[in-house]
């Protein structure tokens, strides 16, 4: 065959010369089913959106949210457990009760007592519901951070920011649905956004912030040189597409282009604080620079979410640095001038602007800190699963409430307890789903976000 | 009732369903009868079938049939008939709080509760016993299971290829056949992706087209199936099923650095077409295998058991999670070898297949009685239970030598308990604090008198425990007489500072620096050091722990380490729980004026140091000399271990398993471990064999192997047929491949399925024959079709799918596009050395290694997936994959409008491309490269409009913008 015969030869195979324009738009035109397509919920749940907000490393919740006053007389005290932490770890033979750093006052009209240690979330502490009967499965860091965000404790499964984002879709085809602002890469490393078994469109993006908050989002061309060369790529896919309707991937992809385009211009613009006032980026703390980091995040997760991202998880600090003060508790001082102000300014921002209606706030930790040490006075507080405390506010969620407690000294949650699956199945059934019927079909078995537990806690809904 | 096939020991393997039966009598239609149905039967119906029966079983327990209450739960059986005082039903509906209260929110009434009693008193009759279960099926349903059948040997309804003719027949049932053949040049695109994840080169498209022989097409496949890149290619999907990884996927992804054999081996496998079930026998057994096997297959041998080696850890301290593993690895292998989930009946009987909790635990014993490597985790760094693999024996016992006199030295060192030397009682001549990044000088107002044998300690301590505590010291301690010498700390030490401790100004003076751990008692830091980090110059001491530590920076420049250290500079770093102490023995009766500065040199670290100067009594430093000899000598055997360390051959390692220590493992209840039941001989499921291991014959894996691997098994060649054609046309003729069971989808083409099962059997399991045999079909050969409304998900292959390129596939063309794919095979990653390991759940493994070769070869780890793997969905390398998602995501455009590497790629073919004569023969010449096709008109006036208008040749950035359209074009990305 010559080259001229092989020419004509391809030529004809291909079906002949077409025209550049026409097609493209033809071809466009025809949506097909869209992982992401806004869905619906099981009933009419009052969430839309959530931001999701976690404290890696363990919050001492007896030094923020559950006060325990016998605490304080009875420091020093020796006491007897089978704690998972502490069996069988040299010098960890005797434990005592350990006298928190922090003073409790009554806040807000509910007076609900929160720490000095978060003076600013007291202060929104009207708008929440906390729990402090929260307990997990697990008391290591890896283990304890993969359960709060999939339900598993050992295993890679979808994170709830994928669950839901299955379940309704997102409302902003230039946004992923599932957004985690995370600058450090927390325990267990991607797998607490993974969309694991589910297509892969739920998978969490993350936003690590700077130049490059998510992965080639920043043009490497000028926008007209790209806009050119996507032009080109719609009308040679055109041409490709005609005669291949067979194949809906084909336009689809085509289309991701046009979305990702639009995406180069939402994110950044979604990112750009500067049109935030100075009123309230003071909301958010951003002009102390210790808080500066947070509270831009917190704003970012407000203007995401109102930019229709369906799931926003918000990461304070990552796998080292972080709320896992085994040295010194006064660490969680330090830490708490990183992000009280930036939480508070974020739900007081919310409810301000009429968007808490419809968007759910949730603040958690993997686990607490004991109650105890091996000295009293040792500085540090250890992991400790079988209680802490954990918030929820806004859409849905009864105000100023307290639900359930965890025993005179913090130790164990006795009154109500919220295990984590029962915390996930709360939260779905905001968004409007059972959980026992948001399924995914994989390998033979239908999994859930609940596995094969959880209990909504019908008392903290509004 | 549950079967009891455990006392059969495994002869000659029949898989005819062995299931043994003892089918209770029929019952009599007596009173009892009637109480049942009447009474009984209803009131367990409305109260306790809910939460006990084939939908859930809480607490272990079933009242669905009498077999379930026989059995009862975690507890134990749920009654005992004509005993209802002893019977646990009786309490929990008496609600006498000595079990928990049932139902748990409705109090039976006392009618129920008398009724109950009574049903109990006169013998607990129950009819309920007819249908005998094996896990979710019904015996019977088991037997009759499409799949459990052995593999029939149907006649293919017409002449001509046995393939097509079963597909013709169901087509033209439904009046349909197949697209006529697809051009050649799509054909010879499809194909070469297909066996070798690869394009087509130009030139071989060019030789294609014009070989008019009526083979060409044959000739092509045997070409493919010949070259290295159908390894490559094939053992990817082989890996994606094993779950490979290049990490163990426990808290802190510890890098297994020779996991790669195994990927090497499954490629080289591939490439010399393996038989099947030799292949499958090795992954289960090798190591038993090699025992027997020609000393050049030991090795292949012994490296293939990384397929159960593999297996994910779990956990803090993953010796403690090997219940998982062992799950994990009981899933892989029923999944990928027999489509079957055998991991579903760990906590409980599977609800839908016949597996049983005890088959589960037959196989777990057989997996507990084998060694699985170690990879170290955060609780025990260290790496075990490598295998050695053959021909490295010199070296092993080479190391061997060295290992035992490096357990004496250890054992000799232990013996050389340090005496407890207290510096505390001093007394205080100075103190302060130092702020985060400030500095302070060091000052004792008056001179200070040192008697002989008395000590200034200068101690720096941590504020809080950030631990960036890096301390810049300089000590300075003169002579007020002139005549006597006088002392610096860091002009004496900066060039001598870890040839001892403690360490002399010069050779043969007294040693009088000192420098302690201050945690508890004293102790001389025991660690010499030199080029921390690397860094040439950078000595000093620590303690057996990172910290405390002293180091000198004594290079003339500045380093970059932990902090910046400048130039000849002496630096000490406490612990995060206590001290470090600089301590002077006074070689003399003296007084000295004693200065110095304290400086926080880690600015950032948010805290600052504190420290202390005090004048320890000579009674206190009594011991010290005692002490410094001491550490001589353990100097000295340091030093001889360090160069026992260094000389230590690496002799070829594997991460494989080998025999443990055969013993039957107990079913753990719901799964937990801690919660023992009855101990289950170790053994194959019933369904397939029932059979148990022998005694005397090891963990049973071998006998694992032979029966996986066995002609005559019923899943394993009809699983992987049906995968070869998954991986061919896209969907398996069984769509659910890696499921078989009762929640697997059943084969389109049974009888097709059943043909090519015995086709792959009968020719000695080769696959490339297998391949060849399919690939030359008409269906396979077809065009693409327009979608048919009488079969829209093309289950009757009536077209040829398309499909989007894999991530591998993606990457691989980049590369070859742009000429600079590397076609070597990879080895090992270039992981840190293992000695420097350090990982933890804070810290864990993280890093991407890139080079140019084949995307197979790159690293894949597990708890922080491959950016780019992640992006285009490769392989879940935490789970067995039997398919890959094309997810079309906007994040994937991206990488296509930005990435750095896609634009270089890019812009590398436009090198390529740019060196032809003129504009159209190079738009021409980078179709040919990207398409292996020339552009048709229409596409080159769509390109053209990107290049300069009027240009007659295009340099390589002027042509860039069109490569970059070209390869991210559906063409390019998508194979007909």
């Known amino acids: 065959m010559t080259m001229s015969n092989r020419r004509n030869f391809i030529r004809s195979s291909l079906g002949g010369s077409l025209l550049y324009s026409g097609i493209a738009t033809d071809l466009l035109a025809r949506q097909e089913a869209d992982a992401l397509a806004p869905r619906g919920a099981h009933f009419p749940g009052r969430a839309k959106k959530v931001i999701f907000v976690f404290f890696s490393g363990g919050v001492s919740h007896v030094d923020s949210f559950d006060p325990k006053p016998a605490l304080y007389c009875d420091h020093g005290k020796q006491l007897s457990l089978d704690h998972p932490e502490t069996r069988g770890r040299g010098g960890y033979e005797k434990l005592f009760l350990k006298r928190p750093n922090w003073t409790f006052k009554p806040r807000g009209k509910s007076g609900i007592e929160v720490s000095d240690l978060f003076p600013h979330i007291g202060a929104q502490i009207d708008q929440c519901a906390l729990i402090r009967s929260m307990h997990t499965s697990h008391s290591n860091h890896f283990n304890a951070t993969l359960g709060m965000h999939t339900g598993s404790f050992a295993f890679s499964r979808p994170s709830i920011g994928s669950w839901v984002s299955y379940g309704l879709g997102t409302e902003n085809s230039n946004l992923p649905s599932f957004m985690v602002l995370a600058p450090q890469m927390p325990y267990a490393g991607t797998q607490v956004w993974a969309s694991d078994f589910l297509p892969g469109a739920h998978q969490g993006t993350r936003v690590q912030g700077g130049d490059t908050p998510i992965a080639n989002i920043k043009p490497s061309l000028s926008i007209d040189q790209q806009r050119r060369e996507i032009d080109a790529l719609t009308a040679i896919d055109a041409l490709h597409g005609a005669g291949r309707s067979d194949a809906p991937f084909l336009a689809a992809r085509t289309r991701s282009f046009r979305t990702a385009f639009g995406m180069e211009s939402a994110l950044p613009e979604a990112m750009d604080l500067t049109q935030e006032s100075a009123e309230t980026k003071q909301l958010y703390g951003i002009e102390r620079p210790e808080a500066r980091t947070f509270g831009q995040l917190c704003l970012t997760a407000r203007r995401l979410v109102e930019r229709g991202v369906r799931f926003v998880e918000l990461i304070h600090t990552g796998s080292s640095g972080n709320w896992d003060s085994h040295g010194n508790m006064a660490d969680h001082g330090t830490l708490a001038g990183q992000s009280d102000q930036p939480v508070a300014g974020l739900i007081a921002d919310l409810a301000r602007r009429g968007m808490l209606d419809d968007v759910l706030v949730v603040w958690t930790s993997e686990f607490g800190r004991t109650p105890f040490n091996n000295t009293a006075e040792n500085p540090g507080r250890e992991h400790h699963n079988w209680a802490f405390s954990s918030f929820l506010a806004g859409a849905g969620v009864r105000k100023g409430y307290v639900h359930g407690n965890s025993d005179e000294y913090g130790v164990r949650a006795v009154e109500k307890p919220v295990h984590v699956h029962d915390f996930h199945a709360t939260i779905l059934h905001l968004m409007g789903f059972d959980h026992e019927k948001l399924t995914y079909r994989h390998a033979g078995r239908d999994y859930r976000l609940t596995d094969i537990a959880g209990n909504v806690v019908r008392d903290v809904l509004a | ?976």
């Open chain 2, 1 to 976: 009732m549950i079967m009891s096939c455990n006392n059969k020991h495994m002869k000659h393997t029949n898989f005819a369903i062995i299931l043994a039966l003892a089918i209770y009598p029929c019952s009599r239609a007596d009173e009892r009868d009637n109480h049942f149905e009447s009474r009984i039967r209803p009131l367990l119906a409305k109260h306790c079938i809910g939460c006990h029966g084939p939908e859930k079983q809480k607490g272990g327990l079933r009242l669905d049939d009498k077999s379930g209450w026989t059995k009862g739960g975690d507890t134990g059986p749920a009654l005992l008939p004509g005993k209802p005082d002893s019977s646990a039903l009786m309490h929990a509906v008496k609600r006498d709080g000595s079990v928990a209260a049932m139902p748990p929110k409705q109090v039976l009434s006392p009618a129920e509760i008398q009724a109950l009693e009574r049903w109990i008193l006169d013998g607990a009759h129950d009819p309920r016993n007819q249908v005998a279960s094996l896990g979710g099926m019904s015996v019977e349903g088991a037997k009759r299971w499409w799949s459990f059948q052995p593999v029939s040997k149907p006649t293919p309804p017409e002449n001509g290829h046995p393939v097509d003719a079963f597909l013709k027949a169901k087509l033209k049932a439904k009046g349909m056949a197949f697209q006529k053949t697809s051009t050649p040049h799509d054909l010879l695109r499809r194909v070469t992706y297909d066996l070798t994840g690869l394009p087509p080169t130009a030139e071989e498209m060019e030789a294609y087209l014009a070989d008019t022989t009526p083979n060409a097409y044959g000739k092509a496949v045997d070409r493919l199936l010949a070259s290295n890149a159908y390894g490559e290619r094939w053992g990817r999907h082989w890996l994606d099923l094993a779950r490979y990884a290049d990490t163990a996927g426990e808290n802190t992804d510890h890098p297994l650095p020779h996991a790669w054999r195994y990927r090497n081996w499954v490629i080289d496998s591939f490439n010399s077409d393996m038989p099947f079930d030799q292949f499958v026998k090795a992954q289960v057994a090798g190591d038993l295998l090699a025992e027997k096997a020609p000393e050049k297959d030991k090795a292949g041998l012994i490296v293939a058991t990384g397929f159960l080696a593999v297996a994910r850890r779990f956990d803090h301290d993953t010796d403690k999670h090997m219940h998982l593993t062992f799950e994990e690895a009981i899933d892989t292998l029923g999944r990928t070898f027999m489509g079957m989930s055998l991991g579903c009946a760990r906590c409980h009987d599977h609800k839908y297949d016949p597996i049983t909790t005890s088959d589960y635990y037959s196989l777990y014993g057989i997996l507990e009685s084998t060694r699985f490597p170690f990879p170290g985790c955060e609780a025990k760094m260290q790496p075990r239970d490598m295998v050695i693999l053959p021909g490295n024996e010199q070296q092993v016992a080479e190391s061997h030598r060295i290992d035992s006199r490096i357990s004496q030295i250890d054992a000799e060192k232990a013996r050389l308990k340090q005496p407890i030397i207290q510096l505390k009682d001093g007394k205080l001549l100075a103190r302060g604090t130092v702020a985060d990044g400030s500095n302070q000088a060091l000052t004792v107002e008056s001179p200070v008198t040192l008697k002989l044998g008395e000590m200034l300690l200068l101690a720096i301590s941590p504020l809080t425990n950030h631990g960036a505590d890096s301390t810049r010291v300089e000590f300075k301690i003169k002579a007020t007489d002139p005549a006597q010498p006088s002392w610096d700390l860091k002009n004496d030490t900066i060039d001598i500072l870890h040839t001892g401790n403690p360490v002399g100004v010069r050779k043969g003076s007294p040693r009088v620096w000192h420098f302690f751990d201050l945690q508890k008692d004293a102790k001389l830091l025991s660690k010499s050091l030199v080029n921390i980090l690397g860094k040439p110059g950078l000595n000093g001491w620590q303690s057996e722990a990172d910290t405390p530590s002293v180091m000198v920076n004594s290079t003339p420049s500045e380093i970059k380490a932990f902090t910046s250290l400048p130039a000849r500079t002496f630096f000490a770093h406490p612990s995060p729980n206590g001290a470090v102490g600089i301590g002077f023995l006074a070689p003399v009766a003296c007084q000295v004026n004693v200065s110095g500065i304290i400086a926080d040199a880690h600015p950032g670290g948010t805290d600052g140091v504190a420290y202390t100067l005090t004048l320890v009594p000579a009674s206190a430093t009594e011991n010290l000399p005692a002490l410094s000899e001491q550490r001589e000598l353990v100097s000295r055997l340091e030093a001889e271990r360090a160069q026992l360390l260094a000389k230590r051959p690496n002799p070829d390692l594997a991460f494989a398993v080998a025999e443990g220590k055969p013993a039957d493992a107990a079913i753990q209840i719901r799964g937990e471990p801690e919660k023992k039941g009855p101990v289950v001989p170790r053994g194959m499921p019933t369904l397939l064999a029932g059979t148990t291991v022998p005694p005397g014959v090891g963990s049973g894996r071998l006998e694992l192997a032979q029966l996986l691997a066995s002609p005559n098994h019923p899943l394993t060649a009809r699983v992987m047929v049906n995968r070869v054609w998954q991986y061919h046309f896209g969907n398996g003729i069984v769509r659910t491949s890696s499921d078989f069971g009762a929640r697997g989808l059943p084969p389109t083409h049974p009888e097709l399925l059943d043909w090519l099962a015995r086709y792959f059997i009968d020719d000695n399991f080769s696959l490339k024959r297998l391949h060849k045999l399919i690939v030359t079909s008409a269906a396979y050969q077809q065009g693409n079709g327009p979608i048919d409304d009488r079969d829209p998900d093309n289950q009757l292959l009536g077209r040829f799918a398309r499909r989007r390129l894999s991530a591998e596939e993606i990457r691989d063309s980049l590369l070859r596009i742009s000429g600079v794919l590397d076609r070597s095979a990879g080895t090992q990653h270039p992981f840190p050395p293992e000695n420097t390991w350090g990982f933890t759940q804070h810290n864990p493994f993280a890093a991407v290694y890139d080079n140019n070769q084949r995307t197979v070869y790159q690293m894949v780890t597990r708890n922080r997936r491959h950016p780019f793997l992640a992006l285009f969905d490769g392989a879940d390398p935490n789970t067995t994959t039997p398919d890959r998602q094309a997810t079309t995501v906007p994040t994937q455009a991206l990488f296509f409008m930005n990435d750095p590497f896609f634009h270089a790629s890019a812009l590398k073919l436009a090198q390529r491309a740019s060196e032809a004569a003129d504009v159209n023969a190079q738009i021409d010449k980078l179709y040919s490269l990207s398409l292996q096709r020339l552009p048709l008109d229409a596409e080159r006036s769509i390109v053209l409009q990107l290049a300069p208008t009027g240009a007659t040749r295009l340099d390589a950035a002027s042509l860039a913008p069109v490569a970059r359209v070209v390869l991210t074009s559906n063409a390019f990305l998508s194979v007909d």
